[in-house]
Structure formats: structure tokens, C-alpha cells
């Protein structure tokens, strides 16, 4: 398998400019998350989906932060417009929900956001 | 608030040491506990858990001790390998077994191990 895929690995852009991240979860996983990684706060939950549907949004920063999932093989995190204060590391995650297995998530290599 | 907290940002020890990290929580709701291994420039893998029913998890080299009246909980790595430096996330969540998977982190230790 070959795991969560994130791309790009490294984006830098100009303050105003809209970024889109890219998210392809493990095949036949149910949950997908994005997360934040900053030193100051570490790893934060920025929302996450089950079946495509988004559960739980009130990590998302503000409103120019939105998250789509249109499918179970595909999601995507937009930042528009981008801010200085919007650079760290963004990491896609997905789990299979199940005992034993319902809080194992499986984290893709991470976004690297650098906003100028 | 940060419900959940590693309050040493750095670790260091000797090979054939052991390694202790701490991680202290807020919320007594939370019932299940992970700890996940962090590699630069890769994502987090799990590398172990522990729910509240439990006061000890092992799992070779690593061990998970809870002290819920506490909040707290610690991962120890006996003995301690160069490979193990890494960054270390701590991680708790609500309703195990439930309808949730929502995972709440803190900010990380990095553990260096000394050759």
C-alpha cells in the first residue's frame, strides 16, 4: 500500500495568493483528518470527515480555510487568501474506524506551507 | 487551552539508557491514549496506546504507564537507541470505542539518544 499521499511536499507563495493542498487517503479508510503542525501548538485538528462527510470543522482557523472531500479517494485543504501566519507543516491522516483499530491514524508525509 | 501537554520540548540520554517521556491532560473525559513517533520531514506513525481501563502497556522496548487520578502518563524506551531520536506526540481522545476518532496532540518532545 502505498500510504497517504500529500502533494505538493513544499509550497511557497505570496501573501493573498490561494493555496490548495492535496489529499489521497488509504484505500478503504473512512476517516479522513487534517492537521496542523506548528511549534507553538503542535499538531492541531483542523477538521476531519467520515464516509466524505465533514464531522467536526471547529478546528479551521477562519473562513478563508475550507476543506472538500468529493470523493473516498481524494480531499483537498484551500487557504485563500494565505496569510504569513498560515505557514507550517500540514498533514493529511486516515483511519479505518474499528476495535482496535479506531484511533490508529495514518499520517501522509506532510505539506510544507511557506507564505511571504 | 491546551488539554493535553508535554512540557520538556527536548530530551536527551545515552544509548542503553532509558528514555522517559511525560505528557500530562486536562479533560477527564478522555479515556484512550497514543503515543506517535515523528521523523523529520515524514509524517507521525503510532507507536503505541493505552486506554483508561489500563495502568500499563508494553510493547518490547516501549512501555505506557497511566496515572489517571494524575492526568498523567509517561512512554519509557528501555533501552534507548540512536534510532529512537525522534520527535514524540502524545495523544488523547474521548469515547473509546465510540462514534468519535477525534484525537486532541500536544506539542511534542524531542528525544535525542546519544551514541
Known amino acids: 500500500d502505498a500510504g497517504v499521499i500529500q502533494s505538493p511536499r513544499h509550497e511557497v507563495t505570496e501573501m493573498g495568493q490561494e493555496v490548495t493542498l492535496r489529499c489521497k487517503p488509504i484505500?478503504?479508510?473512512?476517516?479522513l483528518f487534517w492537521y496542523r503542525q506548528t511549534m507553538m501548538r503542535g499538531l492541531e485538528l483542523l477538521i476531519y470527515f467520515n464516509n466524505n462527510v465533514p464531522i467536526d470543522d471547529s478546528g479551521m482557523p477562519e473562513d478563508r480555510f475550507s476543506a472538500k472531500m468529493p470523493n473516498a479517494s481524494f480531499s483537498t485543504l484551500k487557504i485563500q487568501p494565505s496569510e504569513p501566519r498560515d505557514s507550517a507543516v500540514y498533514f493529511c491522516a486516515s483511519s479505518l474506524y474499528g476495535r482496535g483499530l479506531a484511533y490508529e491514524q495514518f499520517f501522509g508525509p506532510g505539506t510544507r506551507l511557506t507564505v511571504l | 487551552d491546551q488539554q493535553v501537554k508535554q512540557n520538556s520540548p527536548s530530551l536527551s540520554v545515552q544509548e542503553g539508557r532509558i528514555s522517559i517521556l511525560n505528557c500530562d491532560y486536562t479533560n477527564s473525559m478522555f479515556d484512550y491514549f497514543l503515543w506517535y513517533k515523528k521523523y523529520p520531514a515524514e509524517g507521525p506513525t503510532f507507536l503505541i496506546s493505552i486506554s483508561s481501563i489500563k495502568d500499563k502497556n508494553e510493547d518490547g522496548r516501549f512501555t505506557v504507564f497511566l496515572n489517571k487520578s494524575a492526568k498523567h502518563l509517561s512512554l519509557h524506551i528501555v533501552p534507548s537507541q540512536p534510532g529512537d531520536s525522534a520527535v514524540y506526540f502524545c495523544a488523547a481522545s474521548k469515547g473509546y470505542g465510540g462514534a468519535t476518532n477525534k484525537l486532541i496532540f500536544g506539542t511534542g518532545t524531542l528525544l535525542a539518544v546519544q551514541p
Open positions: 484505500s478503504g479508510h473512512d476517516y
